[in-house]
């Protein structure tokens, strides 16, 4: 690509896939609400509320791929979910279809269906059971997604990214991680392939015990080598054994699942 569009770019996704992701595209142009700092030569910071209609759509002018970060990425009330990740992604999608369509990477989320028991192996194209407004949010994504795709063709990658981290810090996670390793090497397969159309992806390792299916992904090329498993005696240490009558461990979304609702802050 000559240019590449990383939102959200301050956010921890954002600043652990920089580096990573060098060579991708000859300009990477950063944006956020808050500044993002070091820049290397290659990138170049463009500050942008994704709820502005017009800053998005200068935002997006030139760039040949998407990778759509930004947006609340927790439980927030409606006020907070409904500026950054309503209005927010549709503004995304009309620019980028008012700029040729450059290919995008959505990164959704496990809360779209969080309200699945664990042990469930879940396909990708299972019925929708959002845990939280947030996953609500995600789920209004995921179907915008779809219907530029199917009347428009514009192509996305609908990545439910699990728990990225640097590592897994709770039993759930044992399940749901996604490295950052694993995480860039799918963003780059996303924008490699040829042909992608509007899949929707699993953002998950490689771990043991994976609640999600990703065989439906397999024509993508990308296959996770990390695995939560070499951190499972560190966690299990640390933490004991949960309750499995408990709220927050009878869903795939966690505590998600059992947050309030909050119409305003």
């Known amino acids: 690509m000559n240019r590449l569009l990383i939102t959200g770019a301050a956010g921890a996704l954002g600043r652990a896939l920089r580096p990573r992701l060098c060579g991708l595209a000859n300009e990477v142009r950063l944006s956020d609400l808050a500044d993002v700092i070091d820049l290397t030569e290659h990138e170049h910071f463009v500050p942008c509320d994704l ?19 930004g947006g609340i990425s927790v439980e927030k009330s409606f006020d907070a979910i409904l500026e950054a990740n309503i209005r927010g992604v549709f503004n995304i999608y009309d620019a980028a279809h008012k700029a040729g369509q450059p290919r995008i990477l959505f990164a959704s989320s496990n809360h779209t269906i969080g309200f699945y028991p664990p042990g469930q192996t879940l396909q990708p194209d299972v019925p929708l059971r959002p ?57 780059r397969r996303v924008f490699a392939v040829r042909d992608l159309g509007c899949p929707v992806i699993w953002g998950v390792s490689n771990n043991d015990g994976v609640w999600w299916d ?3 992904s397999e024509a993508l090329g990308w296959k996770p080598r990390d ?21 927050d461990t009878r869903f795939q979304g966690g505590g998600h699942a059992v947050k309030p609702v909050r119409a305003h802050d």
């Not at 709820?51 to 970060?69: K, R, S």
């Not at 609500?136 to 009347?151: F, P, T």
Request: glycine share 4%.
């Open 51 to 69: 709820a502005d209609h017009a800053a998005v759509v200068d935002l997006v002018q030139g760039c040949d791929g998407i990778l759509h970060l």
């Open 131 to 187: 845990d939280s407004l947030y996953g609500v949010s995600k789920c209004y994504g995921e179907a915008l997604a779809r219907m530029y795709y199917d009347k428009y063709n514009q192509e996305t990658a609908i990545v439910r990214i699990g728990s990225c981290f640097p590592e897994p810090d709770s039993r759930r996670m044992l399940s749901t991680w996604l490295s950052y390793d694993d995480l860039a090497s799918l963003v």
């Open 214 to 216: 990703n065989t439906p």
């Open 227 to 247: 695995n939560a498993a070499r951190f499972r005696a560190k966690v299990e240490a640390r933490l004991p054994h949960p309750d499995p009558e408990a709220p």
